[in-house]
């Protein structure tokens, strides 16, 4: 017979030792600190996106503000070729040497008529200004007159037509002013001739 060795039974797996457990006091204070950092967490993110919305904002208005430049630098050019429209009307007009003088004050009133439109369709509007009362937001007065059968401050001669763009004065209207002298005042006429 065969001898057999000593019976070696199977070695069973010894149990893992269980880790040792936290007081539960330790641990709901950790629950808390985790509690309040996830907090301060919420409040960063909230502060960010509510900077980054006033960023949106800001950039948007200051993109606004650009465009609003840009579009009052390119009426400020486009103005001189209108002074200078108005004058060769004003200039034409009463004059008559022919059919083809007629033409062409009809062509250039049609193109003038025409560039008016087209600045209108983009928020340049004219200022009234002729009979107005005189607003120094508006108007900026060159000439003063006493004319005593009109009214004090009233505009009575435009000398350069002004013009706002959305609402905005990008130039006031250039006027002569009626200016009634006060008691113990000189002549606003004679003002105006120094000012000239």
């Known amino acids: 017979m065969v001898k ?19 007081p539960k006091d330790a641990r709901d204070g950790q629950i808390e600190a985790l509690a309040k950092e996830r907090d301060e ?18 950039c948007g208005r200051d993109v606004e503000v650009r465009l609003q430049r840009a579009k009052e630098a390119l009426f400020r050019d486009i103005l001189g070729i209108m002074d200078n429209m108005d004058r060769a009307l004003a200039q034409v007009n009463g004059t008559d040497s022919g059919k083809n003088s007629d033409e062409f004050i009809k062509g250039v009133r049609m193109i003038h008529e025409q560039m008016r439109q087209v600045l209108a369709q983009h928020g340049l509007q004219p200022i009234e200004a002729l009979g107005q009362p005189f607003d120094p937001f508006r108007h900026e007065a060159l000439m003063k007159v006493a004319e005593k059968e009109r009214p004090d401050g009233t505009i009575l001669e435009e000398i350069l037509k002004g013009y706002t763009l959305d609402g905005n004065v990008i130039r006031p209207t250039k006027v002569k002013v009626n200016v009634l002298p006060k008691a113990g005042q000189g002549s606003p006429s004679a003002e105006a001739k120094q000012a000239q």
Do not use: T
């Open 4 to 22: 057999k060795g000593p019976s070696r039974a199977k070695a069973q797996p010894r149990p893992k030792p269980k880790p040792a457990e936290a």
């Open 41 to 58: 967490f919420e409040d960063r993110l909230a502060y960010m996106q509510a900077e980054f919305e006033n960023l949106k904002k800001r």
